[in-house]
């Protein structure tokens, strides 16, 4: 099962559920941390490091020997990121999408493709489980690319993968949760964790995988997001009070199972939840 | 000269959650005459505390997206072999193919090569943004289609127009509640702008969030300032902060406290400083900190 | 020779626009003829990304030598310098103070870009 962890809002508990729920799943679960701009799953889950690679997008690179200055990568790029002006074509790096156009529409063939660093995948293996996390390199605008590169080392064996999105709705959270099996949307019970959870609720309507919700700090606010989830027949997989001390193992970067025994019990039954739905034929809606 | 520069502070976090939005809500009410620009387009929350009142909306399109159009497509899977961004879906036996328009990145490769010419390009709508009143002065703000691409052009857009509404009617101040992380969006907030302040929290999470989005303020050279919220959720995790972020060349602009009344004020509608609220003597520190012009306090 | 004066308006009266890539338009001056052409930028102020691009063959279908604006990002200065333009920068509140001071040869021109790329 592709399991992802999302919500509209910042600082809902994406990774707290991630990464309880990976240590819960234990030894063999998959965990790929698809925030690329802002990764904190490896703040949790610290092991040895197996795996760290160079990710690169290819964007256009020019013969100038076979170049004949007559325009059409110019005319043909959709984002202007590669121009001529009867010279050789200039290239814009960050503006490319890396579709290959130009190199296809090149009349001489002059075009060929090099890679340009956008960031790092690296691989960590932590108590069985396998941590995957990218990194983008400061500067670099688009998330998108490294993040397929991080669900690209996700291992088809028949264990679960987790994906810690990015929070939003946009187009790294699209990236990251395209393919999965199953969303989980963390929110709050506050005007702000109601708004925003609509938005990722219209999204993932939107890329039709069923989904569910879990809300996190109960009592800080009030029922309106109950009252939403009822409405619109979204299950409730999974609530967590406002314990402070949730919060201060979280501001020390430790895993809540860990610190907070008690709590195992909550992410046990959050799986058990996520697995009844999805053999119950999708209730989530 | 038209398109001079008007003061402007761009609000961000690296990492989400850390009160960026509540505090964009009470400096909007600190400031003696601001204009509001929410950039967090993709989950915008600013108008749930000011409540705006719309005036004008506008349509926003951006880039293209590819259209097959099943009666003429030949099934021959060029499309298929040509995109890079799996955006397009085969179809069954000898049905057409169609594009799938969440991960068309509108790149037009598709559109060229398709023997039948069987594929449309027509511009995508993307959104829409708002220029609203509210009643700490005008603001404008946006909403990004689902899985639109937020190229940073609508966050740009929402800028821009603040920064004209600002130049045409005599405000001395921008303030943007800007968007997580370190991408495009946060990119096109803060290029070319006056002042940031990152919003924090005393966690590991928020220590090594705000080391990249420090790196990129510095990338943009713009003066930035750190304000660590909810402190007192952790003491030596905020002076690990702190220090992190005097080495990195910010400023600090002060500590808002853990408040349990932020959430209150959240759900009565007001901005902090509208309350009673504990914190919002913090908050008025931090603002009076930041040494804006169009500062009410001041005066 | 051409020149490219960037604003928001129509004759020498209008003001300068000090961007470049997402000005609202240009006046091409042609020193010869001593006359205007005004040339609309809309394509390029809605265009997603790459503005100066777009902007810079703007002004190179109409002919233009120089450019004079406000300021320059990086992306804009590569295809200006691509394209063999001159560019100079000014203060001056309308066109016509531009074409003054370029005339007087009092502007200076730049070699690098002078402002950061943006989105805007």
């Known amino acids: 099962m592709i ?58 690179e020019v013969d100038e020997s076979l170049c004949d200055a007559c325009g059409e990568c110019g005319r043909f790029c959709r984002y202007h990121a590669i121009v001529s002006f009867g010279s050789s074509p200039l290239v814009f790096p960050e503006l490319c999408h890396g579709c290959g156009g130009c190199a296809l529409v090149c009349p001489r063939g002059a075009i060929r493709e090099a890679g340009r660093r956008v960031g790092v995948v690296e691989t960590q293996e932590v108590d069985g489980i396998t941590l995957v996390l990218g990194r983008l390199d400061i500067g670099v605008a688009m998330a998108p690319p490294l993040i397929r590169a991080v669900k690209s080392r996700m291992k088809n064996n028949g264990t679960t993968v987790i994906l810690d999105a990015p929070p939003g709705t946009s187009c790294p959270v699209i990236a990251t949760l395209r393919g999965s099996d199953f969303v989980l949307l963390v929110t709050e019970p506050t005007p702000f964790g109601l708004h925003d959870l609509q938005l990722a609720v219209d999204m993932v309507r939107e890329l039709t995988i069923p989904f569910g919700v879990v809300v996190n700090r109960m009592g800080i606010g009030d029922d309106r997001v109950h009252r939403f989830c009822r409405e619109q027949g ?14 201060e193992a979280y501001s020390r970067g430790e895993l809540v199972v860990d610190a907070l025994p008690e709590y195992h019990s909550h992410f046990a039954t959050l ?10 034929g999708g209730r989530a809606s | ?35 509001l620009a929410d950039c967090d387009v993709d989950a915008a929350d600013l108008h749930l505390i000011l409540a705006p009142t719309v005036r004008e909306r506008h349509e926003f399109r951006s880039g293209n997206e590819a259209v097959i159009r099943s009666a003429d497509c030949l099934g021959c899977g060029k499309c298929f072999e040509l995109c890079r961004f799996g955006a397009v879906v085969p179809g069954g036996e000898g049905e057409a193919y169609a594009i799938d328009p969440v991960a068309c990145e509108g790149c037009g490769v598709c559109v060229r090569f398709c023997p039948a010419a069987a594929i449309d390009f027509p511009e995508a709508l993307c959104g829409e943004w708002l220029v609203s009143e509210t009643r700490c002065g005008p603001m404008v703000h946006a909403r990004l289609g689902v899985a639109a691409e937020n190229s940073g052009k609508l966050v740009s857009t929402v800028r821009s127009e603040a920064r ?25 907030s803060l290029t070319g702008t006056s002042q940031a302040l990152v919003v924090t929290e005393p966690t590991v999470s928020g220590e090594h969030d705000l080391e990249r989005v420090l790196k990129l303020a510095r990338h943009f050279g713009i003066p930035t300032s750190v304000c660590v919220n909810k402190w007192d959720l952790n003491p030596s995790m905020t002076e690990r902060i702190e220090a992190l972020a005097l080495r990195a060349g910010a400023r600090i602009a002060g500590r808002i406290r853990y408040d349990n009344a932020v959430t209150a004020a959240q759900m009565l509608g007001k901005a902090v400083v509208e309350t009673e609220a504990p914190s919002a003597g913090d908050i008025r520190r931090v603002w009076e900190a930041l040494g804006l012009q169009g500062n009410k306090e001041k005066s | 020779m051409k020149v490219a004066f960037t604003t928001s308006g129509q004759n020498l009266e209008a003001p300068m626009d000090a961007r470049f890539g997402r000005a609202a338009g240009f006046l091409i001056y042609d020193t010869d003829s001593d006359t205007f052409e005004p040339v609309d930028n809309r394509q ?32 804009a200065f590569r295809a200006l310098s691509a394209a063999g333009i001159r560019i100079y920068t000014t203060q001056a509140e309308t066109v016509a103070e531009a074409l003054e001071a370029f005339r007087a040869g009092a502007l200076a021109s730049i070699k690098s870009a002078d402002v950061e790329g943006h989105w805007s």
């Not at chain 1, 979204?234 to 919060?247: C, S």
């Not at chain 2, 609000?11 to 204009?35: C, M, N, Q, R």
């Not at chain 2, 045409?168 to 969006?185: F, K, R, S």
């Open chain 1, 271 to 280: 799986l058990w939840n996520i697995k009844e739905i999805r053999n119950g």
């Open chain 3, 44 to 75: 390029s102020v809605n265009t997603a990304q790459g503005a100066g691009i777009q902007a810079t063959e703007a002004i190179v279908r109409h002919g233009a030598n120089c450019l004079v604006t406000g300021h320059c990002g990086p992306n």
């Open chain 2, 164 to 188: 004209r509404l600002a130049n045409e009617h005599g405000h001395g101040l921008v303030i943007v509640d800007g968007p997580p992380g370190i991408g495009c969006p946060v990119i096109a």
């Open chain 1, 3 to 60: 399991l992802a962890v999302a919500s509209g809002k910042g600082g809902t508990g994406k990774t707290t559920v991630s990464v309880n729920l990976a240590r819960t799943i234990g030894s063999g679960v998959q965990l790929l941390d698809c925030d690329v701009e802002e990764p904190n799953a490896h703040l949790f889950l610290r092991g040895r490091q197996t795996g760290n690679e160079v990710v690169s997008i290819p964007i256009p």
């Open chain 2, 1 to 35: 000269m038209t398109g001079a520069k008007v003061e402007e502070l761009v609000i961000i976090s690296g990492k989400g959650g850390t009160g960026k939005t509540s505090l964009t809500a009470s400096f909007a009410v600190l400031a003696e005459f601001p204009v």
């Open chain 1, 234 to 247: 979204i299950p409730i997989l999974l609530e967590l009070p406002d314990d402070r001390r949730i919060a």
